[in-house]
């Protein structure tokens, strides 16, 4: 079975930064798509980012476009989120997913495996 473990998470004030990480517990991954989403109280879990497999390509929700930033290490077998310039409206727990695909998809059903996500909390 996969795992996928978040972390990285924690109160920061508005404006300021704060950098997630998620592992896999196996080599699964390596070319295969990977994605952060974020659920708020109340409200539904979000796309967020998302990076592909070998293109490397990145897609964004347009609420973090600018702000916030996907990236993979393959060797390390682990994808990170840095979001800077963070607002309250960015208070949420974030969830890492990762597809079986290798394509960028921004559809929650289209993951595969998920983390137990971390919380991020920005007070203003």
């Known amino acids: 079975q996969v795992q996928l473990v978040e972390s990285g998470g924690g109160l920061v004030q508005a404006g300021g930064s704060l950098r997630l990480s998620c592992a896999a517990s196996r080599g699964t991954f390596i070319g295969n798509a990977m994605g952060w989403f974020r659920q708020a109280p109340g409200k539904e879990r979000e796309f967020v980012a998302t990076?592909?497999?070998?293109?490397?390509?990145?897609r964004y929700a347009d609420s973090v476009k600018g702000r916030f930033t996907i990236s993979r290490d393959n060797a390390k077998n682990t994808v990170s989120l840095q979001m800077n310039s963070l607002k309250p409206e960015d208070t949420a727990v974030y969830y890492c997913?990762?597809?079986?695909?290798?394509?960028?998809?921004?559809?929650?059903?289209?993951?595969?495996?998920w983390g137990q996500g971390t919380q991020v909390t920005v007070s203003s």
């Open positions: 997913a990762g597809r079986r695909g290798v394509g960028v998809t921004t559809t929650r059903s289209t993951y595969d495996y």
């Open positions: 990076i592909g497999g070998s293109s490397g390509s990145t």
